[in-house]
């Protein structure tokens, strides 16, 4: 379709200002956060819901292929457009009403634009916060289409445990204004639909309204950075915090030696809490509460501290040192490891999940063939393992490998965690252009065949007309 | 179809004693929890997937109509025959392998068949246990496929945020056994299809096994029973309890006058714990914590009480009495809630759900609507209100209400409940024959299609062919 015509039809659907087609507005939604850019047609951003309802149905009539955007945050090539020029990117940044709290039932409506940071604003003053916590500010829609999870996530689970209801607009002609459940806690009254748009990545439709569950927030938080003589000391340190913390268990993450001095030597303000320098195997654990300190209660610190004197105790301990401190300082080192690998070289990133008792043997597994068969590559992984998520990144010297080497090291990875070990292949950043290739190869037939399936009782767009609706039909 | 032909086909597929006949061995059945018994022509029960794939594909091919049962536990005739004695039940009872604790990964896998209370018992010697609390002990198949709620659900959620992985069988002609995700608390690869079979009835499958998050038992517990001079008193004291208790509190169930009473009189063993008589509106709040007492720690009946004295300071607190005691005694007043109702009279039952902050303008609306329209029938609701949830039971004098009286008030509750509140007509019970009438009134017409089209992708069974197939397609 003329690009000119394109234009114009969108902005008389909306408002001129609300079509962007010149270089330079488009370039920051082209670029996403940490892989290649892609090249937009045009970007809409629709003021309402029934702005996103036009452009939608006109989309849908024309064969024009929509990518739907949030705050282009994410890391799969989900929310950009490909190299094409032919794809609108559908932003949703500007739906940023509603945002209203109801402290009563503990929950927020928001508009799919409102951002993680916005809200959390607004909860505030009502002592609440909605616990998904990230790296990045996403927008609401963003993070209930991806199905965000995160660093608190053994505590308060990802976003589909939080969403109560939303509003999508279907890619059928109408562009049609879809209500799926409201603020309800309880409500079991048929398919629940709302759980299909929960990490579809805009593939049945686009989010525009989320009501989400929203907690009160943690008035004490402590932590501990632990550190292990050998990685396999971490799971039964997991259960033993389980078991001994109980619900003050916020966070649970680990660190392996080169992940651990990446981040160091990174961000020289880090201090290395450990004077033998970077241990084997580094844990991260956090408690958190929501009590107030009551007079004659321990303060939180003393309890954690507690619990890990109890756990020297125990035979599993292979512990060379504990450290009790403020939070803070200990999540720098954790939070600095992705931009430590960066300075590094090439990072090869993988957001692997297993199960929690598999990762030891899937650990050894792995650096034992990766050893063996890519002997320059680094092995730095780190990640939530208390829900059993690794970032299992692998750094190569620069330049870097080249292309038949990492698509090489890519599948020998994903035959292990995935083939052989059942873990998956994307655990929170979802799918996208980047892992479309994985989702064929390890999903079995029948499947992707039921999803593609439930994707045409959602869209009448034919498939590949509107590009994110062609997520889970094949041609045949 | 011939009785004695389909019975002996489905001998042939199985093992002959796999297949019931006899009225005596149809009875239990038959015969639901609390509703009218059905009359199945016949009863399989398979003891493997394989079995149950078998039967699946022979029914779908011929027409059969199959109704799933578990422990028959439910409340929605969803598990049951209907009266017209063509109908052949599929029990999963029988499926009960696996039952496969993995406590590293904090999980258990078990067969459709096994009973709540029988993966309670594998998990006890690990400290685990599943947090699902309720009534009945109904199968873990029963339990994903209906969704349930229950008491605890204001800590531990429903079904839905446990269930980890399904195994289903489809009706399709070859009954097609589908693994959908295992044990992984992460893993964003595509739509979650699994989530669709959560609460779905058997609708799209029958589920054959079940994978499930479970939890550390808690060390210890503490309720206390508080007298309201006003219903309305109810929901500042919940606020108060989530953010003083915070993460500790794992019960807030409201319980009108008349309510308490009917459970006081119905089980003399009960002590009346308020010497005033049955209080306007009793709460009943239980804390628990997984956390062992440590020296220095106050026991957790004092924290309780300690929360409880400081919101009797706060100027909302419209307090008669406040009693922290052991929790057995004060759960079993609220226990002896619906026998004691059902000692009383025709009990008129409603499973409603409500943004928690409609729940004191819901009631007073329902009170002042039946008031006029029903003087002679008695409102006795209770429930889980800190999640919304209303057990919104009626008691009409016996010999009870006509059946265009019965049908009357129902239309009265739900217009209110559902047409004017927005809340759910369906709680926590879930679909079945029972709610149907309401599915249709109350879902909107693009949400039905939607669900019949997903229903459609799953069966290749003709729509009415096999009975719970049928559920959310319709005739055109």
Known sequence: MNLERLTADLQGLLEPEDVLTAQEDLASYDAPARYEAGRAAAVVRPRTVDGVSKVMGYCVSRGVRLVPQGANTGLVAGSTADGSGTQVVLSLERLRTPLRVDPANRTARVGAGVRLSALNQALEPHGLFLPIDLGADPTLG??????????????????????????????????????????????????????????????????TEVEVEVHPRPRQTAAALIALANPDAALPLLQFMEREAGELLTAFEGMSRAAFAAA????????????????????????????????????????????????????????????????????????????????????????LAFRRSDLPAFRDAALDRLGRQFPAVEICDFGHIGDGGVHFNLVAPRPGLPDAGLKALRTCVYELAVGQFGGSFSGEHGLGRANLESYRAYTPDLVRELAGGVQNVFSEAPIGAVDFVGLFREQA
């Open 142 to 207: 963003g993070m209930a289409a991806t199905n965000t999870g995160g660093a608190r996530f053994i505590r308060y689970g990802d976003m589909r445990r939080h969403v109560l209801g939303l509003q999508v607009v279907l890619p059928d002609r109408q562009g049609s204004v879809v209500e799926l459940k409201g603020g309800l806690r309880k409500d079991n009254t048929g398919l629940d639909l709302r759980q299909l748009f929960v990490g579809s990545c805009g593939a049945l439709g686009v989010i």
């Open 264 to 351: 160091l030597a990174h961000a020289p303000a880090l201090r290395n809490p450990f004077p033998g320098g970077p241990p084997p195997y580094a844990v991260l654990v956090e408690l958190s509460t929501a009590r107030s300190p009551q007079g004659g209660d321990a303060p939180l610190g003393q309890v954690l501290e507690a619990i890990l004197a109890a756990w020297l105790e125990t035979a599993e301990a292979d512990a060379i040192d504990v450290l009790v401190g403020a939070p803070e300082p200990l999540w720098a080192i954790r939070h600095a490891i992705s931009e430590g690998l960066r300075a590094k070289g090439q990072v090869i990133g993988f957001d």
